[in-house]
């Protein structure tokens, strides 16, 4: 007895050692190759794709397994499932002793788990595969866990057609999750495996019905349910059919899908009843503007505090093939407009360049051949620095971008991940703050969502699996992001719709709006505490529309948005930070003021960074008694003169008066007799531009116009063309002149001796 034993225990050695050199030698590695879906934020799958065999296979996780699913899924296919190494020989010795004697298979012996290895690795049914699935299934034993087991096989279990596992079944008949299945619907799922052709729901459902009351009442016969349970589902009618799958938010999944191609599950942070409202504004928007040629738009709404990705519209119809609904607008390259204002003014308050109050001149301008013009073609003279960006003037931005120089620009906008900026970057001009550059608008929205972050740029969680920035990339200071809020809050301002029903439901946020040029894309991104909301309005064709502008056309939705979002929010408003402080300022500088400020007012400054600069917008001059001739200190006669006040105006604003013939106080002539010469602002040659290249013909007589800016003191100024007079003028006066072939210098000279000079080439056509 004791050498039988031996024998038996040293066999079973022999054979654990044998299957454990075969486990080693030969692994099971089950690779799956699922169907993705993407989910919203809670969990509910809004779009899925088909595998790559053509499959409706999607992944089912433990937690979705209900206690109800797993109870009844055992008791029909493998009772001892919890008991049994992957193998139970009971029910191999009872399916062969009826095998034998009947002549025909009448029963099978496969637990669950052979049922998973037959579903991984399909074989024909020999003895030989059968004792392959045997051992595959005790390696599967040894590596996976009974849930995970069980979650494969309800992952894998074939439904007929191309359907697989238990959550494509349950979506795609009934339209709900698993979780969500009645015993009535579960029971029916669990007998389709055995019949997938004669029980394929949706198209034999009678049949169905029928094969489900019998396992309803063999259930009812072994206790596994309450009688009353089991009557409720008898009772309960099965409506189903087969559905179509879900396929909600299809830019955002089609993106999803392509940046994540081998996860089974995408978490999103949608949230799809938001999403879905969201689509029917932007759709019933645009439909009533189609009438005038405008076909699409784009909106992406952040969650601020969470930087989660709520709602993401790429086009009005995603199934509009005529005017490119597939397009994904919101990562479309487009001209920015106006909208990159704000960071430029947020970079010019935090190198103390400018306050709101400072004054800057919206006069024409000549940046170096730039003559940049406003948006309405007006002129709007000396300016606030808020009037300037609440009202988007184009002149100040320039003048403000050339202070802060255009690399500072670049570079700020790198550090905010506009990728297409730094494609451009080398060939980027003054112009871009105007528009001249390519940006999109999840780039622009995420750039406003740091306005509202105190100037902390954050990662967009498109995902639950993308970690929250709790300390994102500072593109610009708590302070400066307070002082743009409260410019872009104000309502005084012409990109404010003219519709009195969205001026009645204007939402307290900050916004700033944008028009390219051709006005071939409107934008309007504004924030509150809680959201930032972009949108775009246009073609996607590229096609101008004449009526697109950004204040109505792209303003109206984003104000319609926000008030379905979140109007009235509890989140109130911005707390002004503990560096931002008051100070009385000059009104005709924006500066500390001086002796001669009558008219001050407050505003707003960071302490610490903003300039501390004494006003200057009146000066002092020696005149006589008359008032008909001016003195420098180092003319200035003992007795029979006077100190007077004049305006200090810039050269560009003296232009600008002249111009539109408004009058100002000139500063009288210089003393003829003084023979002092002047070294501090000589004249600016304004035309021709600096390094220009000309190209003439020879056969028709051409001539260059000379311009120039002077100071207030200049009555006259002289015209040379390599070194010789060639005329004297007024000193806003323009002057047209021939000039030579080849390198040409042109100099200007005013009245005090001071002098300016320029290059230009001349060439032949």
């Not at 992406?300 to 505090?305: A, Q, S, Y």
């Not at 105007?434 to 999840?442: A, K, Q, S």
Request: a positive charge; aromatic letters at 10%.
């Amino acid at each position: 007895m004791k050498r039988k034993f031996k024998i038996a225990g040293l066999a079973l050695l022999s054979a654990v050692s044998l299957f454990m050199i075969f486990d080693f030698a030969f692994p099971f590695q089950p690779k799956i190759h699922y169907a993705t879906q993407v989910t919203d934020h809670k969990g509910n799958v809004i779009h899925a794709f088909l595998s790559k065999e053509d499959k409706w296979r999607l992944y089912s996780g433990v937690s979705e397994i209900t206690p109800l699913l797993r109870k009844t899924l055992i008791y029909k296919e493998d009772q001892y499932f919890y008991y049994h190494p992957g193998v139970n020989p009971f029910a191999i010795v009872r399916a062969g002793v009826r095998n034998i004697f009947t002549g025909r298979r009448t029963s099978g012996a496969s637990t669950i788990t052979m049922q998973v290895v037959r579903l991984m690795e399909p074989r024909r049914r020999t003895y030989l595969n059968k004792i392959l699935e045997i051992h595959r299934a005790f390696q599967l034993e040894l590596h996976y866990s009974k849930a995970e087991i069980l979650q494969m096989y309800l992952n894998l279990v074939p439904y007929g057609g191309n359907i697989e596992g238990i959550k494509a079944a349950s979506l795609l008949y009934f339209g709900k999750p698993p979780q969500l299945l009645s015993l009535s619907e579960i029971t029916a799922l669990t007998i389709v495996p055995n019949r997938p052709s004669s029980l394929r729901p949706g198209t034999r459902n009678d049949a169905l019905v029928a094969a489900r009351n019998v396992w309803l009442r063999r259930f009812e016969e072994e206790r596994l349910f309450d009688k009353n349970i089991i009557q409720d589902a008898l009772n309960e009618p099965l409506v189903v059919k087969r559905l179509q799958a879900p396929k909600l938010a299809p830019h955002l999944a089609l993106r999803l899908k392509k940046e994540n191609p081998d996860e089974p599950v995408i978490h999103s942070q949608l949230k799809i009843q938001l999403q879905s409202q969201i689509e029917e504004q932007v759709k019933n928007y645009i439909n009533r503007r189609k009438m005038m040629n405008i076909h699409n738009a784009s909106v992406l709404v952040v969650n601020n505090e969470t930087m989660e990705v709520e709602a993401y519209v790429g086009s009005a119809d995603f199934n509009d093939v005529f005017d490119g609904g597939q397009v994904d607008g919101v990562r479309a390259v487009r001209s920015p407009g106006s909208t990159l204002k704000p960071l430029l003014y947020g970079t010019a308050f935090d190198w103390g360049l400018i306050t709101p109050k400072k004054i800057v001149n919206d006069v024409p301008s000549n940046f170096s051949g730039y003559e940049p013009e406003n948006f309405d073609q007006h002129f709007n003279g000396p300016v606030t620095a808020e009037f300037a960006l609440a009202n988007s003037l184009n002149i100040p931005a320039v003048k403000i971008l050339k202070e802060v120089s255009t690399p500072v620009l670049i570079s700020k906008l790198r550090k905010a991940g506009f990728k297409t900026i730094d494609i451009q970057a080398k060939d980027l001009g003054l112009s871009m703050i105007l528009g001249g550059c390519g940006v999109t608008l999840e780039e622009l929205t995420r750039l406003f969502a740091a306005f509202s972050n105190e100037g902390e740029l954050k990662k967009l969680r498109y995902t639950s699996e993308t970690p929250l920035d709790k300390k994102g990339t500072p593109i610009i200071s708590p302070e400066a992001s307070y002082l743009l809020t409260n410019i872009l809050t104000q309502i005084t301002r012409p990109d404010l719709p003219t519709n009195f029903d969205n001026t009645y439901h204007l939402p307290k946020i900050a916004w700033k709006t944008g028009t390219s040029y051709g006005k071939r894309d409107a934008w309007s991104i504004g924030y509150n505490r809680r959201y930032t909301v972009g949108v775009w309005v246009g073609n996607f064709s590229g096609e101008g529309v004449p009526e697109l502008s950004g204040a109505n056309t792209a303003t109206p939705l984003l104000f319609s948005i926000f008030n379905a979002l979140d109007y009235n929010s509890p989140k109130g408003w911005y707390e002004t930070p503990a560096n931002v402080s008051l100070r009385k300022v000059c009104a005709e500088s924006g500066d500390i003021p001086s002796e001669f400020c009558t008219h001050q007012i407050l505003d707003q400054y960071i302490t610490g960074v903003s300039a501390y600069k004494r006003c200057q917008h009146l000066r002092w001059v020696f005149t006589d008694k008359p008032g008909k001739i001016s003195y420098c200190t180092y003319c200035l006669p003992e007795n029979g003169f006077e100190k007077r006040t004049y305006a200090n105006l810039a050269p560009e604003l003296i232009a600008y008066n002249e111009l539109q013939k408004i009058p100002y106080q000139k500063i009288p002539p210089h003393n003829p007799d003084c023979e002092r010469v002047f070294h501090e602002g000589p004249p600016l040659i304004v035309s021709p531009n600096d390094g220009s290249e000309y190209y003439l013909r020879p056969d028709e007589p051409q001539q260059i116009q000379l311009a120039c800016q002077t100071s207030n003191d200049v009555q006259e100024v002289f015209w040379y063309i390599n070194d010789k007079l060639k005329q004297k003028s007024a000193p806003h006066e323009g002057i047209f002149v021939s000039l030579p072939l080849g390198r040409v210098k042109i100099s200007c000279t005013d009245d005090k001796g001071r002098n300016s000079n320029i290059w230009v080439t001349v060439k032949k056509m």
